[in-house]
């Protein structure tokens, strides 16, 4: 079946430190979403991308989607204690389906 | 503007029984979702449904999992009879449409402990 991995599982960085993850699909993407969870929270949505190649700027969040629609990447740059959480991408697969697989996260943990 | 309300957040459950968890979309999405969170992996779709309709419950296990959505506004998820396995947070998400840029809203989750 369609498959969406991300590495690392988890992460522990110093605060000031940069993190990246990594997302992976199986198939090809129509387009990709990244979403965090606070610790005991729900998933929010960060950002969508949906152009081959598209990379996408939130303040110190640096998303970018693979030439090829398979993969995306997520980098914070200069980490902040609240950056803590688990950070999932959600992927939907080209070909007419509406269902988004979610990926299997990173979970970022900052040291002050 | 409101966001997905479930309930209840919490429920402790001896194997075997019943439980059964409600969800209020966001006024105007027509497309609603339930998703089975396990501690420490990413959310699993169970069930989507667009108004009232079903248009995937592939992952959904039917001799104990049931969901509806009747009048295409509030759904009910029901687990009967609960396994140890099924403990779990349990998402109910929203969202305007299906598809490329529909962004999927969460709620805060119904936590469930299976004993």
């Known amino acids: 079946g369609q498959q969406v991995m991300q590495i690392p599982q988890y992460q522990h960085v110093q605060e000031g430190e940069d993190f990246t993850t990594y997302c992976n699909s199986s198939t090809t993407l129509s387009n990709i979403q990244w979403y965090k969870q606070r610790p005991g929270g729900h998933p929010v949505f960060l950002i969508q991308?949906?152009?081959?190649?598209e990379v996408k700027k939130q303040k110190r969040l640096t998303f970018q989607f693979g030439e090829a629609k398979k993969n995306s990447s997520l980098h914070i740059t200069a980490t902040q204690t609240t950056d803590v959480g688990t950070y999932f991408c959600?992927?939907?697969?080209?070909?007419?389906?509406?269902?988004?697989?979610f990926g299997t996260g990173t979970r970022l943990k900052v040291l002050a | 503007e409101a966001g997905v309300a479930q309930s209840p957040r919490y429920k402790i459950i001896e194997k075997r029984q019943s439980v059964a968890f409600w969800c209020n979309p966001i006024?105007?999405?027509?497309?609603l979702y339930w998703y089975q969170q396990i501690l420490g992996q990413g959310p699993k779709l169970l069930i989507q449904?667009?108004?009232?309709?079903?248009?995937?419950d592939s992952q959904l296990p039917k001799d104990r999992f049931s969901a509806e959505r009747l009048k295409g506004v509030d759904s009910t998820l029901k687990i009967q009879p609960a396994k140890l396995e099924d403990s779990a947070v349990y998402l109910c998400?929203?969202?305007?449409?299906?598809?490329?840029?529909?962004?999927?809203?969460f709620g805060e989750g119904s936590w469930l402990t299976v004993v």
């Open positions: 959600a992927g939907l697969p080209s070909g007419g389906t509406y269902k988004y697989i």
């Open positions: 991308l949906v152009k081959s190649g």
């Open positions: 449904f667009q108004n009232n309709g079903v248009v995937d």
């Open positions: 998400a929203s969202s305007l449409g299906r598809g490329i840029g529909n962004t999927i809203y």
């Open positions: 006024s105007g999405h027509a497309t």
